[in-house]
């Protein structure tokens, strides 16, 4: 099928929401340039990141075309091998991974092609998840729960061991919100809900590193930091929120925000963009942006709420919260609503592999969003061929699903 | 349907998150705002202080003796330097690559072995730098040597993450053959620096070398504690708190104060060249300038403060530490906070300070200190652009105004220098002291030998000075200010006997009509002739020994102490804190001490004890305390009423007759003060027996019939009599210096 026609049936079948999503992260991806300009005009350095990011979201584009234009059934039938690639790659950035600033995340291949597959992971995991959950039967088992929850927790240590807290952080409310619009039990959600609470506060009281848990003393007393910590552990929250306050409501203008041009403002182009954004269009542009975040997301989730098939369904509402927990968390950190911890805000953070996996997600939901049978209900797989999932991944599936309205005499013939 | 109700749950956290993060954002930017704004402008902002003016040291009249002139100093940054110098950028490139330190001075050595080694440099070797800020500081460092343009710059970056294994000087062959001249003309640029500072060339590279080793002290530690590690070329994420700290710490090091005081010449060259001499600035400061050569030993010096001073400041900077780490610091905390902030800022002593320390320089220091002013400004991390947010004009300190005439002290010390008739060609030891009789200033207080600020600036000459002052065998003692703290306080001889004659009168051991026989000799003592029968009159003008040893030995121990303490003897007069006080000490009451004791053998006095003493006779018997200081600042310090003397004035008009008398017809006959309208009183005190080595005194006052002042001199152990010293009163006398304070 050709691309045009994929786009117009989609644009029929989508509606409004999706020219929501679509708009809300062209737009976010452009402010995203806007602040990477700012940087720029501060720095001194050659390399331009404005360039750069340009480059890479352009390289986003035919990436996203590719992603939307795949069929949902190859999409479900790899959802397990895309799982173990990206696993297997995670052990890979374990063992050779390259060093930048004191974390392990980069895996290097043939010298030019460098990304991080913590990024890669999270939509691996969405989708293996979603098909996980896909069946009801399981997802209503407590052990099917469990099965899901752990297929997010093996990324989830691995990215946790590099280390890097925030990404990891993502995985848990996504496969959550998987689990739970899947039709898990009530009790088996607050079973899960409980243990995760105590292994957060098992986490947080011994497996942090020193330096994670000052920034968390240094959030819990935000209001009083002294002039030493504001210079040393509260550095990046206190420059943050002074960045963002003195901002005041239309800012200092693009450019003129005195803590990034004046290079005060710590990873301003990546984890504090936000800052840069409030400090220089002020309050006015962070709630543009926080719309903007927030819209992205919430129209994926009102797409999903059109789509019955199951892993369609859950696939989406899994990228969905992905991308709103990013976007809530890092726009949290940078007010101090939350503890610092580095998270990328999505399609604004400078970092190529994080923008470009979350346009391909955008547009893998928007694919799943677009094919979904919008009336039945049908389940893709019974039960029990599901049980030897891992054996038929690689295997072509039988067509039990017409993804398609059009008349039979047009369908794809094998 | 479960799954829709749970999705539109999400839905509803997904609104409910954005409406908290809506409400912060309102809350820090619109409610907030000013208070995050105020705070980011104290973040990032840069200090700086404004010197102060010391304030003068002026004489009675308001001529300048010590002031404040404004001059210029070279502060240097070594970052700066290191940056945007030819040598400072090779030095970089170099030390980074070789893996040792390697000084300026060798570069500025050898331009063209180090563009060899620099061309030799592959972009492989920057890649292979361990440490990521080391290996983007070469490439940055080696890009600025060889005036890469921005394209260029990005060629090098990229052959760098190729690892290319090309050298440098195959790479960039031109920019490598400019370079050896680049380096030489650095090095010249500093050289004539060097020839306006009035210096050896090559003298300010080493000072910049040494400065550099300091600095880099700090990072060796840093970078070898990694390495103890095995850790990355990145920086722990767990030391980078307090890395921050410490390299905050080292930026503020790295603007210093090279030198003070440096020439008009040499501050245009750097001013008018910051392109050639990056690194140096010149900025504003003070320096203290005398007017020479005046009494170093009593106005006093200035230097950099003590150790106690700058730990006073160090000491605050701990507490302010301490306090502001406190969490919820109460009240007075946050009052003491604030208070040792504005003292540190304003008050406390810096490196860069002056304080007094000796003489009125010391004495007066509170006073004459003012109060630093200050200025924050806001820069960019790279320096920069500066826009001043507050600031706090410098309080210059107080004039401080002496009772000195600084040309009757110059009067005085040329008296002093220029000798005497009867000791020719012998340099004087001795002092002179004149007082103004109606208020106990002090208007001139020369002594010899002495030294001059001269002297005190070169170290040479100062040892020099040093070493006659402590030599054992020398009499010199430069050190010591004879007319207030004699090194050997003399004693005062026949000046004395004034005292010894009110007191008999006063207790009515004799009157004036009583008569004494003068044999030629009391016990010991000798008189200077036999002056047969003489009532007291004339044992004063021919300075009779017989007549007052019998008036010592007939008054007594007691009564000879309490009369020479209460004429103001054995204490300070109260014109400096370093004053010699005398000794009044008589041992026993054997009649041989009384009568030396009378004739002003056993105790020994300061000029300005003796000179006080004749104003009181002068004036009408009131002792007044003598004063160093008229006014500080617009404050005019009050006149002391004195004691008094409680002398009647019948007593006190036989005592100024015969002081007249002494310089009519008495001991003084030939001096010539009679005609200058003078009275005084010679005196010889034997220091042994022969009567070659006395202490020549002459005390007195002017003019006789009103008196305005009284003066006191003496002459430290010399073959010659009272008498033969008036020739120095009569200088003084006839001085234009003096003139007006004798008219009426």
Redesign the interface.
Known sequence: MKLTERLAIARERLGAPAIVVVAAAAALASIGLVVCASVDHASEKSSSYFTLQAGRLALGVPACLVAFWIRPRWLRAQAYGFYVACAAMLIAVLLFGRVVNGSRRWLEIGGFLRFQPSDLAKLAASLAIARICAIRARAESFGGVLCALAAAAVPAALILKEPDLGTAIVFIPSALAIVAIAGAKRSHLLIVGALLVTGAALLVLYGLHGYQRDRIEMWLRQGSMTAAEKQAQGYHLHRSMVAIGSGGLFGYGWAEGPQNQRDLLPERHTDFAFAVIAEEFGLVGAFVVLFLEAALPAGLLILALRVRESFSRLAIVGIAVQIGTQALVNMGVATGVFPTTGIALPLISYGGTSAIVTLVSIAVALNLAGHAEPVLAQEMFSPEEEETLLDRTLKPRPRLWNHSRRPATERPRR | M???E???A??AI??A??F???L???A???V??D???S??DA??ARFTTIPFRRGAILDRLGRPIAVDEDSFALDFEYAAFRSRHPLGQAASVRSILEGRIVSHSEIAANPEGTAVSIGAVTPAQIANVWIRSERSAARVALAALLRLD?AQ??QL?AQVADRSNRPISELYASKIAELPARLAAGRDDLARLDALLDRAAGTTLGEIDARRLRILQDVEVRISRLRERGG???????D???E??QR?RQREVWLERFMSDVSYEAAELVAARPDRLPGFSVSESMTRRYREPILPRFVGTVARPADDELAEAEQSRQRV?EL?????PTEEQQQELTDLRRKLREEQYTPGDVSGKSGIEFQYEDVLRGTRGWKIE?????GGEAERVQSKAPENGRDVTLTLDLELQEACERVLRSGLPTLPGQPIRGAITLVDVATGDVLAAAAQPSYTRDDLKDPARWDAVRRVDEDPRSRAKPLSHRAFHPYYPPAPGSVFKVVTAIAALERGIVDPSTKHLCGGVIGTLKCEGHHGEIDLRTAMEVSCNVYFGWLGERLGRTALQDSARRFGFGSPTGFSPIEVPGSLELQSEDLELLRRFGIGYTLTVTPLQVARLYGAIASDGRLRPLRSVRSVGSFELPLREGVDLHISSENLSILRESLRAVVHRGTARDSGLFELGAAGKTGTAEVDAKGVDNHAWFAGYAPFDAPRVAFAMYVERVPIHGKDITPMARALLSSGALRPYLRP
């Open positions: 479960m799954g829709r749970r999705i539109v999400l839905l997904l609104a998150g954005a908290v993060l809506a912060r954002l309102f820090m930017q619109v907030n705002a208070e995050w704004r705070e980011g973040l990032g921005r710059g990005r970056a990355s070329g990145a920086l722990d994420p767990e980078t708190a307090e921050r700290v905050r530490e502001a780490r406190l969490l919820s806001l820069v960019s991390r790279r």
